[in-house]
């Protein structure tokens, strides 16, 4: 049983645009969402997070749109770059935390 | 700055031949440590966390076992590997028990 779901598996946008990940949870008692970025070959790095307190919360190009009555989640990178080109993972955990649940992930290619 | 090693880089192991990889954190006393495996191309699939030393709780059985020796070390082992046992070992830390910060990685290969 899949508690994280992402979606797309795999999207391709162009320099410059802007690439929409979506991600969705079941556990009602998740409340810690953080997105993690992972390069071929590399341990993931933590990119941004949100807490179901918020709706939305920004760094830089990139933008976590939370929705808590849906349980759905979405992270948004503007102003695509090839640079940004990996595999993005959704995660959750409830308050206790130590358990973080992990998408499938999508993965975003930048063509220039 | 905290630094995170994980060793070796990578292991090409037998069926049926024991496994120890290792974590060290360096710069942080006290952390929250995790181990988490991913298949090729896959999801991360959390195994193992420790709050402190000697205390290691199971996330998900994998014929897999974890200790945790020293505050900043945090060892994975088996006796035995099996074939499903290939894939990307990854070590993790916390300072809260929320974000966690991962290691580079242990490349597996069992044949």
């Known amino acids: 049983q899949q508690q994280v779901r992402q979606s797309p598996q795999s999207l391709t946008v162009w320099e410059g645009e802007t690439a929409i990940l979506n991600c969705s949870y079941e556990?009602?008692?998740?409340?810690?969402f953080p997105w993690y970025q992972q390069f071929p070959g590399e341990g993931p790095a933590l990119l941004i997070s949100i807490r179901s307190v918020s709706d939305k919360k920004e760094d830089g190009r990139f933008t976590i749109f939370f929705n808590k009555r849906e349980k759905k989640l979405s992270l948004h990178i503007t102003d695509s770059q090839p640079g940004d080109s990996a595999t993005y993972f959704c995660a959750a955990s409830d308050s206790a935390g130590n358990k973080l649940t992990f998408g499938i992930g999508t993965r975003v290619l930048v063509r220039p | 700055a905290q630094t995170i090693h994980q060793w070796p880089v990578a292991e090409i192991k037998a069926v049926g031949s024991p496994l120890s990889l290792g974590c060290t954190i360096k710069?942080?006393?006290?952390?929250?440590l995790y181990w988490y495996w991913q298949a090729t191309g896959g999801t991360l699939q959390q195994l193992f966390y420790s709050i402190t030393v000697g205390q290691v709780e199971s996330v998900v059985q994998l014929n897999l076992s974890a200790s945790r020796p020293k505050d900043d070390q945090f060892i994975l082992s088996t006796e035995k590997l099996l074939l499903s046992h290939s894939g990307f070992y990854l070590c993790?830390?916390?300072?809260?028990?929320?974000?966690?910060?991962f290691g580079p990685g242990t490349r597996l290969t069992v044949l």
């Open positions: 993790a830390w916390s300072p809260s028990a929320e974000e966690q910060y």
């Open positions: 710069g942080k006393s006290s952390p929250n």
């Open positions: 556990d009602s008692t998740f409340n810690y």
